[in-house]
């Protein structure tokens, strides 16, 4: 079975950073009402990519990333190809600067789901086999109860989690001022098949959330690691 990309994950109806191309699931409560726990992790800001048997992908599957960007986590990969099975981890590449450049990273890569097969992981399960491998995981910013939160409850909790800083430090590249996280993602705690995705994964990004253009990959540039950066 060939890998398959990454599923487009629907925008909330709150969410203010949409492009002409996003979509909205304007049922996310009813679909939320169906889970036990409701996660929620910071969305980073950086290149979707994924770890399988068969390569580094970026956000098409169509054949593996040869960027320069990607160099050093294709060398990771190098060391664990031969014990990923059916496993696949998809994660954030921060190793280029896009439109937030991270201060306190001490990793570039960050995953935030892993896929065997048909079924994409509990979040447990996800942890588990990212320790395995010494891959790091996005940050966790909350998890709540479903029986505990209400449509109402649930939106101002986003809306106010995506008003903080990243938890790995924010920064906006052109003014090299603090800026806010790029916005959030939650998750059904639990697993789920493939086919149901868009269903479990919701997302809220800020607005005007890109500030990269077409020429970006002419004159990217690497993001420090925390211990480049001194103390200042």
Known sequence: MESTKYGRTYHFPFSPGTSSDDRFNHEYWTDIQSFSQLLYTEKLDGENNCLSKRGVFARSHAAPTTSPWTAQLREHWGRMKNDLGDLEFFGENLYAVHSIEYTQLE?????????????????????FYASLFDLPMVPVLRSDRVQDLTATLLEETVKHLALQPSILGSMDPRTETSCTSEGLVCRNAAAYPVSEFQHNVFKYV???????????????KRTKLIWERGTN
């Not at 800020?206 to 990217?220: P, Y």
């Open 206 to 220: 800020r607005k005007g959330h890109v500030q990269t253009d077409e020429h970006w990959t002419k004159s990217w």
């Open 107 to 127: 990793h570039y890569y960050f995953v935030f789901a892993a896929r065997i097969k048909e079924v994409w992981l509990s979040w447990e399960e996800v942890t």
